[in-house]
Every structure is written in structure tokens, then in C-alpha cells.
């Protein structure tokens, strides 16, 4: 039996899918940044002719132009203020995962503790934090601490729920494989529970960073605090008083492009820690 080797047009034909197979993903990767790149740039040019073309005030809606002057005239403002909410915001967000991860085990660990503190956890995290605030303000030694607690409180609660379910999430076949072997409870946590929950403890992460960000800045509105240590929520809301929209638009700005940034990157570590074993962070290959 003779085999039959593929004609020229045929070979063009399958070489030509092989390149096209090739580029698009790196062409999907470029639309992926491109597309929202010249959303943003027609949404900017929309914004200043609408502006330009109607005489807007600029105490009603300043253009990009008064924007782009207000970040740079204020920026000896602005950016100290940004640096006392991230201080607050990362500080909140380490101790969060400190005790969220070492509370989670323990309560894992023991049932009694679960029955005993985990309700109250809950009620801790439903109750809003607009309304625990000025308590905190009364009570802590400074306002520094005051605004610290309340995003510690709200960050607290996702990482300590997601990091219990997760060791709780074991496969039970593991369990059994473990308990056959004699491994203590400890070495069942280290090498077993643990590392199976690390996909629930990242998702946890994720959500406590932008709650972080969130909680600072509702605690800054509550203490209203002004003076050297002001954070940048102080500034917006000194930016309303004065009418000053233009400086309000850029604190504003800066504070989305935070809680930007920490969604990224907390999405980066989770990446990291997940992208060579579990499925959520593999590329399909198929």
C-alpha cells in the first residue's frame, strides 16, 4: 500500500493554519490591552469636548486639562495624603492575614473554638463599619489607631472565612490516606490541609485587599481628621467643602487606581503561588 504524500496547496494550506493557530494568542493578549486603551482615550476625548464644547464651569465639571493641572499644582498635597491611607491600608491587610490564617487553624483545629468565637466573627463583619467608627475613635489612643482598627476589623472577616473553609475542603480520601499512615494532626495541617487550601486562602486575599482600601477610607470619612497625618479621603472631602472639583477628581482617581493596583497586585501573588499546580491558574491545553 502506497502512501500518499500531500500536495503543495494542501501543505501551504495546513502551514498557513499551523501560523494562524500560532498568533492568536498572542493577537487575543494584544486586543486584551489595546481595546481598553482606546476606550479610555475616547472616553477622555468625549469627556473634554463635552466640557469644552458646552462651557462647563469648572466648579460643576472641571475637563481633563483641569484634572491633569490639579495632580500636578497639588501634588506636595496629594501624594503624602495617598502614603497615610496605604500605610493604613497595607498595615491593616498584614495583621489581617496574621490573624485571619492563625485563628482559621485554630479553629479548625478545635471544635469547641469554632462554636465559641466564630459567631461573634460574623457579627463582627456584618455590623457596618460607619457605626463602629466613632466607638473606636473614643476609645483608641489615637486616631491613627482608630482608622487602623476599622480596616483590620473589615479585612479580618474574608480571610478567616475563606481560609477555614479551605481546611475544611480537604479530600476525605487524603484524610484517610494520612490517618493510614499515623501522621499526627500537625503534620496533617502542614502537608496536607494547608497547601489544599491555598486557592481559598488567595480568593481571600483578593477580596480583604480592596476591603482594606474600602475600610480606610469610610474610617477616614468617619474621623474627619485633618492636619499633617491626613489621609487622602480627608482630602476629597476637603476638596468638596472648597468646591475645589478639579483636586476632588484627582483624589478620587488616585484612590481607583489604588485599589487597582492592590486587586493586581494580590492577583500576581496568587498567581504565583497557584500557577504550576492548580487547575484555576493553569492554561488549558485543549
Known amino acids: 500500500m502506497t502512501d500518499i504524500a500531500p500536495t503543495d496547496r494542501e501543505a501551504g494550506t495546513d502551514s498557513a ?15 486584551q490591552v489595546v481595546i481598553p486603551v482606546l476606550a479610555l482615550v475616547i472616553g477622555i476625548l468625549g469627556w473634554h469636548l463635552a466640557v469644552t464644547v458646552n462651557q462647563v464651569p469648572r466648579y460643576i465639571l472641571p475637563g481633563p486639562l483641569d484634572v491633569w493641572d490639579a495632580l500636578w499644582n497639588d501634588s506636595a498635597t496629594l501624594w503624602p495624603a495617598l502614603l497615610v491611607t496605604l500605610r493604613i491600608t497595607f498595615l491593616a491587610l498584614v495583621i489581617a492575614l496574621v490573624g485571619g490564617v492563625g485563628l482559621a487553624i485554630l479553629l479548625v483545629q478545635s471544635r469547641i473554638l469554632e462554636l465559641a468565637l466564630f459567631p461573634y466573627a460574623v457579627i ?49 480520601n487524603l484524610l484517610n490516606l494520612f490517618e493510614l499512615y499515623g501522621a499526627s494532626s500537625w503534620q496533617t495541617l502542614v502537608f496536607l490541609k494547608i497547601p489544599s487550601a491555598m486557592p481559598y486562602f488567595m480568593a481571600g486575599l483578593r477580596i480583604a ?40 477628581f484627582v483624589a478620587l482617581l488616585m484612590l481607583c487606581g489604588t485599589g487597582i493596583a492592590i486587586f493586581g497586585l494580590t492577583s500576581f501573588i496568587s498567581w504565583l503561588a497557584l500557577h504550576r499546580w492548580h487547575e484555576s491558574a493553569i492554561r488549558r491545553e485543549n
Open 17 to 31: 493554519a499551523g501560523v494562524l493557530l500560532a498568533r492568536t494568542p498572542n493577537r487575543e493578549k494584544i486586543l
Open 124 to 172: 463582627l463583619q456584618v455590623t457596618p463599619m460607619i457605626a463602629i467608627a466613632p466607638l473606636l475613635l473614643i476609645y483608641a489612643p489615637d486616631t491613627q489607631t482608630a482608622l487602623l482598627i476599622c480596616a483590620f476589623i473589615v479585612a479580618f472577616f474574608p480571610i478567616l472565612s475563606n481560609m477555614a473553609q479551605g481546611l475544611k475542603s480537604v479530600d476525605h
Open 209 to 248: 485587599g480592596g476591603l482594606s482600601l474600602i475600610a480606610a477610607v469610610v474610617a477616614e470619612f468617619a474621623a474627619g481628621s485633618a492636619g499633617q497625618g491626613s489621609g487622602l479621603a480627608f482630602r476629597l472631602l476637603e476638596s468638596q467643602y472648597r468646591l475645589n472639583l478639579p483636586r476632588l
